[in-house]
């Protein structure tokens, strides 16, 4: 009988042995993984810190790099505005320079325009028109018709010619004749009988005036007729602005430069060789008494029908 309990006592012993090592075991390897554990968390946490060592660097030059670019801004600003001062300053500089400069040639200019014109008024109260006639009536035509003869002058380089409306009135054919002996026939391109102008087309190329601003004529201006008056061709007469007149709602110049059968339609020109009028008719019975419709006064019909011609 004391054999089976001796047995079972022995098994109890063995088992508590286990039992007991079998703690132990667990209680080393919860030790040990709790030091591994720790150990984790150690390189985790010294990986942190390392970080953020690396943050607070990388914002301390962070705000280095700010407060470097801030000046290098605010330098940069100062730098512009000096350098925008200077040169404004030069600008202002160079434009006073300039303004003296301008002013300086402006008076010279003005000294020479004036001893111009003081010279054209010794050639004025002389009455020397010769260089002048030389190149304007070369611009100048004859004018005959079945019905009449007149005058005319080249208005455009290209043929236009503008003559009196009576000129050319009524008739059936009519022909040109230019100051270097050309005859050319015409074609009418329009015309204001209450004008009495009219404009006229020939081919080719040929030398042309100018309209003048008749508004800036004065009485007692010198002034020149040329035409072909009785059928003398290419005459030359001088006279004088007498007077201003509107009739019969046109503006003419009234002079004392002695017009005649064919002086009609021929330009009355100023002393810079520019049209300012366009001599019309006279007084029958009266000397002295000639009229041209100014050229302030028929310039834009002029320009109307070259335009509607293709001009």
């Not at 290098?72 to 730098?79: D, P, Q, V, W």
């Not at 002058?153 to 059936?172: P, Q």
Request: glycine letters at 10%; zero cysteines.
């Amino acid at each position: 009988m004391e054999h089976p309990r001796h047995a079972f006592m022995w098994s109890v012993f063995v088992t508590l042995i286990l039992l007991v090592g079998l703690g132990g075991w667990q209680q080393h390897e919860l030790t040990k993984t709790r030091i591994q554990t720790a150990a984790v968390i150690d390189v985790l946490q010294e990986e942190n810190n390392a970080q953020a060592e690396t943050l607070k660097q990388l914002k301390e030059e962070l705000d280095a790099t700010k407060t470097e670019t801030q000046t290098a801004i605010t330098e940069t600003k100062e730098s512009l505005k000096q350098n925008i001062d200077q040169v404004e300053t030069r600008a202002q500089q160079s434009v006073q320079s300039l303004s003296g400069e301008l002013a300086t040639v402006k008076q010279t200019n003005e000294d020479k325009i004036s001893e111009l014109e003081q010279q054209l008024q010794v050639n004025l109260r002389s009455g020397d028109f010769s260089g002048l006639i030389q190149d304007v009536i070369k611009s100048v035509v004859s004018v005959r018709t079945d019905k009449s003869v007149g005058s005319g002058v080249f208005v455009t380089g290209d043929g236009y010619i503008v003559t009196n409306h009576h000129v050319i009135k009524d008739a059936s054919a009519g022909a040109v004749k230019t100051f270097d002996g050309q005859q050319l026939a015409v074609r009418i391109v329009g015309f204001n009988a209450a004008k009495d102008i009219a404009v006229l087309k020939v081919d080719g190329n040929f030398p042309r005036l100018k309209f003048g601003d008749s508004d800036n004529i004065d009485v007692g201006q010198r002034v020149i007729a040329l035409g072909s008056p009785a059928g003398l061709e290419f005459s030359v007469n001088e006279g004088i602005i007498s007077a201003k007149r509107d009739m019969n709602n046109n503006e003419y110049f009234q002079t004392d430069v002695a017009l005649n059968p064919g002086n009609s339609g021929g330009p009355l020109v100023d002393a810079k060789g520019k049209i300012i009028g366009i001599n019309n008719f006279k007084l029958q019975g009266y000397e002295g008494l000639n009229f041209a419709i100014t050229s302030n006064d028929v310039r834009d019909i002029v320009d109307d029908f070259i335009a509607q011609d293709g001009g």
